[in-house]
């Protein structure tokens, strides 16, 4: 366990060296251990392949870093914050939960029409397109444990396709959309909107030991509380992640809090979920088996690209259309094929360089960031649950 982790950290330090020297993993905003994590599983190909060595690591640890992440996620989710986004943040939450079901759904679809495992479908689905390469490391295992081989490999694969296709296709459907309908950017906008939500969700920014240990306590609080969540549900048949209690609990704290008057530090659950995240990634992406990709090649880049097309078309003929066909939601539809396929990061990366451009969109600045990181995951991992009891 120990060397493990070590290697974990080490893996990390190279992948921030290696992205620094690289500028394409920083234009698509790969992450730190996923570069980390895919040399040392090139490394361990190559000595499959050739047969002259292997790796066993533990992996005790994992389970425990994953439900420490996914317990922060449910810090976020802030009813509170949900009503202040206005009908705007809940439209927009309500179209990613619409783009999620299609993107499993033809998933599994093309997965069946290839003759294999329908749960190959989630992993070239919501797993790893709005899920994103931490939600992929945490149900790769889960859907091998349900007999899809190579799981984990297809889920991070697909989440790096998805980071990439993601920033590409962002810019070019707003461009279509400003010239199909003349749109010019509102010139009445408040810039102030943004800012006023802006400073609700940074409170408690000043982090010390104090909240350290606060936001420890918390979430092993909420992890325990919520495994008996999970064995309960688990005694009547109804079988969920081990995160998913710890998650619920999470999220009932965060907003009986919010009633109180007693916040809960969501600024230092979040950094504590990150750090989970980092090494949870590293120790996830060290253990892919690549050579199980190779059977799978043709339907996982069939899946791919009609994800993409699928994105792209969501985003033009929904997104904006639902969001109400002006420049604002020009821009939210070019946000949201950042988070659609890939995270928060290619999102906003595709507003800032659509908007500098264009004009302006403070609506979108302020909308796109609420759902991709607050409400996100969470309404993503419940419905790949969901997903997940219907096909087996």
Not at 72 to 85: D, K, N, Q
Not at 162 to 179: C, M, T, W, Y
Not at 193 to 211: A, C
Request: hydrophobic share 55%.
């Amino acid at each position: 366990m120990v060397l493990t982790l070590a290697l974990a950290a080490l893996l990390l330090y190279v992948g921030k060296l290696v992205k620094n020297v690289v500028p394409i993993l920083q234009r698509f905003f790969i992450p730190v251990p996923v570069v980390g994590g895919l040399l040392f599983s090139l490394v361990a190909l190559f000595g499959h392949e050739t047969g002259l060595f292997s790796f066993t690591l533990d992996d005790h640890l994992r389970p425990l870093l994953m439900m420490a992440f996914f317990t922060t996620v449910g810090f976020t989710a802030s009813y509170r914050m949900l009503v202040a986004g206005g009908i705007g943040v809940a439209i927009l939450l309500g179209l990613i939960s619409v783009l999620i079901t299609l993107q499993n759904t033809l998933g599994v679809t093309v997965a069946t029409v290839f003759g294999e495992n329908p749960l190959l479908g989630l992993a070239t689905g919501s797993i790893s397109l709005v899920g994103g390469h931490g939600t992929s490391a945490a149900f790769g295992p889960e859907l091998e444990r349900l007999g899809m081989t190579g799981a984990l490999s297809v889920s991070v694969a697909a989440a790096t396709f998805g980071l990439v296709a993601g920033s590409l296709i962002g810019g070019s459907v707003g461009k279509r959309l400003i010239a199909r309908f003349d749109l010019k950017y509102p010139v009445q906008s408040d810039p102030n909107e943004q800012m006023q939500i802006g400073s609700e969700r940074e409170e408690d920014r000043k982090v010390n030991l104090q909240q350290m240990m606060t936001g420890c306590m918390l979430i092993a609080i909420s992890m325990g509380l919520g495994s008996f969540i999970v064995r309960g549900l688990n005694a009547c048949g109804l079988i969920l992640p081990a995160y998913i209690g710890p998650m619920i609990v999470a999220a009932v704290i965060r907003n009986i809090g919010d009633v109180s008057g007693h916040h809960v530090p969501v600024n230092t659950t979040n950094i504590l979920g990150m750090l989970a995240l980092q090494y949870f990634l590293a120790m996830a992406l060290m253990s892919m088996r690549l050579w199980e990709l190779a059977s799978l090649a043709v339907p996982l880049v069939t899946a791919l690209v009609l994800q993409t097309v699928l994105m792209a078309l969501f985003a033009y003929f929904v997104v904006f259309r639902v969001m109400g066909r002006d420049y604002d939601a020009a821009v939210i539809a070019v946000g949201s094929c950042g988070f659609g396929l890939g995270a928060t990061p290619n999102a906003m990366a595709n507003m800032e360089a659509f908007t500098a451009v264009n004009g302006p969109s403070p609506k979108a600045f302020f909308v796109v960031p609420l759902v991709g990181a607050l409400f996100n995951d969470f309404v993503n991992a419940s419905l790949i649950t969901l997903f997940m009891m219907l096909l087996t």
